[in-house]
Nanobody
């Protein structure tokens, strides 16, 4: 198992920046993939960005060039740097950890952090 604690959400004006953090309760080297998802009111949860233990990254088309996912393995923490924020980025952002057990994936989620982009 793994516990995930997110921080860094808040209210920001369009064009502004925020950095989300997600601290994991175990080494990131033991986690197959770490990712950030978001869910806006009335919409399905969607992948924003993900990074594997081998440092391969994947981004939603809507955030490419604006968001960057990164890790600090010494702190067991994954970050999401969000620049040039738009009102449509408003959502609850969730940290996700996927662990493989005998090739079966298990997903763990943080509690979510609200990001609101508004003037």
């Amino acid at each position: 198992q793994v516990q995930l604690v997110e921080s860094g959400g808040g209210l920001v004006q369009p064009g502004g920046s925020l950095r989300l953090s997600c601290a994991a309760s175990r080494s990131l080297y033991s986690i197959y993939t770490m990712g950030w998802y978001r869910q806006a009111p009335g919409k399905q949860r969607e992948l924003v960005a993900a990074i594997t233990s081998g440092s391969s990254t994947n981004y939603a088309d809507s955030v490419k060039g604006r968001f960057t996912i990164s890790t600090d393995n010494a702190k067991n923490t994954v970050y999401l740097q969000m620049n040039s924020l738009k009102p449509e980025d408003t959502a609850v952002y969730y940290c996700n950890a996927q662990i493989l057990v005998l090739l079966t994936p298990y997903d763990y989620w943080g509690q979510g952090t609200q990001v609101t982009v508004s003037s």
